[in-house]
């Protein structure tokens, strides 16, 4: 991956995240600049996507070895029905949920958004934050994704922003930006 001063802001990742800007201060940069954006990890997918093959292969299964005067042909099309109205929630919600979560860094705030309907977005100036954490379990180091803490000055409980991809990169960036102040 070429990362050259002039490729940093095309370059982009497999999982969706672009890399922060180092080796520049704080004063070189434009106030509303990106410095960090991601989507949600793609680990979000592993289950529904295990669930999706297991419906498929019920579906399948129950063609190949349900004999067809068993069941009626209305009854068979109704079930074939309610299976791929549930496919389409195990499946298709969870993709449209991962493509819409998103957590940029700018030179000025954290804004972390998601949703697909009802959109919603936290926006945390960086003036406001007095510390930035992160958790990782076992998957998540495997995955290199984990959930952010932001501690603000005004909030009794710490921000979590769960299955962030590169999450130690948006830590260091935040850090960055936090004692350039």
């Known amino acids: 991956m070429d990362t050259t001063p002039q490729n940093l802001?095309?370059?982009?990742?497999?999982?969706?995240?672009?890399?922060?800007?180092?080796?520049?201060?704080?004063?070189?940069?434009p106030v509303d600049e990106v410095l960090f954006e991601g989507r949600t990890h793609p680990k979000i997918l592993f289950k529904p996507g295990i669930?999706?093959?297991?419906l498929i292969a019920v579906i399948v299964l129950d063609f190949i070895?349900?004999?067809?005067?068993?069941?009626?042909?209305?009854?068979?099309?109704?079930?074939l029905g309610l299976a791929v109205l549930t496919l389409?929630?195990?499946a298709v919600v969870p993709v449209l949920q991962w493509s819409r979560g998103r957590h940029t860094v700018t030179a000025r705030q954290l804004v972390v958004s998601s949703g697909i309907l009802y959109r919603t977005s936290k926006t945390v100036p960086i003036s406001?934050?007095?510390?930035?954490?992160?958790?990782?379990?076992?998957?998540?180091?495997i995955f290199g994704c984990g959930s952010l803490i932001v501690n603000d000055a005004s909030a009794n409980?710490?921000?979590?922003?769960h299955d962030v991809s590169s999450v130690k990169q948006v830590q260091d960036t935040l850090n960055e930006l936090i004692h350039a102040q």
């Open 9 to 29: 802001d095309r370059e982009v990742d497999d999982t969706g995240t672009r890399p922060p800007k180092s080796g520049s201060s704080s004063a070189d940069r």
């Open 51 to 54: 669930w999706s093959l297991v």
């Open 65 to 79: 070895f349900v004999p067809g005067d068993w069941l009626s042909g209305g009854v068979r099309y109704a079930i």
């Open 88 to 90: 389409l929630v195990l």
């Open 128 to 141: 406001r934050i007095t510390s930035v954490d992160f958790e990782q379990g076992i998957l998540d180091r």
């Open 157 to 161: 409980q710490p921000l979590r922003f």
